[in-house]
């Protein structure tokens, strides 16, 4: 298969293992009951496998609705899928599944989502900072709040369960390049990247007058807690939602997902560079 083939929002790749695994949410079920997630695997960023089932929702399971934006991290030697679900009467929230491989199966551990329980979360990823000391960065939902917010929140070192509470980092309205005319500020899919100089950088999408916005950010103080300044955008042609990877040749990538329409969106992959721990489009 080719991107063109693969009908997935969200896209996030791991490097693992010599191949590429590609996960994401599914396009036919972005928006209605879902009932699994997808890998596929390449050995160049070109040619991908057929779907591979990686994750099959339980029996019982609290949630009923939407699966979104799979991501998977490797941690502690296991490998970790933060897992966006929705039910019809409760909040969407985070919860986090694990796999001894890549391609799963991915399983629960626990039995709830580890976002707040009366917050509408979604979109959650995975931060450890230079301590060891692992987080969940996620986002508040404009629906809730109007405002869309990201917030990281400290975790148990096994995943299981929150550490501490929510931290706030920033809220949607807050660059200067929003559109100040909108009644709602969307924030969506943060992924945390660290430069080599040391810098910490944000990725985020929302929506501008040109569409969806691949939206860039950084750490004043190189950490989690900084005050997170807004930088120009990456991409402002209707597409989002990305992650930063290298491959295995040394070069960077974004990857992301566009258009923002269903169901015509498509992996998209974008080389980077840094260039004084400012990351430029090539």
Excluded at 2 to 23: A, Q, T, W
Excluded at 169 to 176: C, G, I, M, N
Excluded at 201 to 216: D, K, N, P, R
Excluded at 264 to 272: G, H, N, S, T, Y
Aim: with cysteine; charged share 25%.
């Amino acid at each position: 298969m080719k991107f063109c083939d693969i009908n997935i929002r969200d896209p996030f790749v791991l490097v693992e293992n010599g191949k590429y695994y590609l996960y994401g949410t599914r396009g036919e079920t972005a928006w209605t009951k879902a009932y699994g997630l997808d890998v596929y695997v390449s050995d160049d960023l070109e040619n991908w496998s057929e779907p591979i089932e990686c994750f099959t929702l339980p029996d019982k399971f609290w949630a009923n609705k939407e699966i979104w934006a799979p991501e998977v991290h490797r941690y502690n030697d296991r490998y970790y899928m933060f897992v966006t679900f929705n039910a019809e009467d409760r909040c969407r929230g985070t919860q986090i599944l694990k796999s001894d491989t890549p391609e799963g199966p991915f399983l629960p551990f626990t039995d709830d989502a580890v976002t707040p329980r009366d917050w509408l979360c979604l979109d959650g990823t995975f931060y450890v900072d230079k301590n060891g000391k692992p987080y969940i960065v996620f986002c508040h939902e404009w629906v809730q709040v109007t405002d869309g917010e990201i917030h990281a929140m400290p975790l148990k070192e096994d995943l299981s369960a929150p550490a501490g509470e929510p931290i706030l980092l920033f809220k949607a309205s807050e660059p200067y390049w929003a559109d100040k005319d909108r009644d709602k500020y969307v924030t969506d899919g943060p992924f945390i990247y660290r430069t080599k100089g040391g810098k910490l950088l944000m990725i985020w999408s929302t929506f501008t007058e040109s569409g969806y916005t691949q939206a860039v950010a950084y750490s004043d103080n190189g950490e989690i807690d900084g005050k997170w300044i807004q930088a120009e955008p990456l991409f402002k042609e209707n597409g989002g939602h990305g992650m930063i990877f290298d491959d295995m040749n040394g070069k960077k990538y974004l990857i992301l997902h566009s258009p923002n329409e269903n169901p015509l969106e498509r992996p998209v992959l974008i080389e980077i560079k840094e260039i004084n721990d400012e990351l430029v489009v090539l």
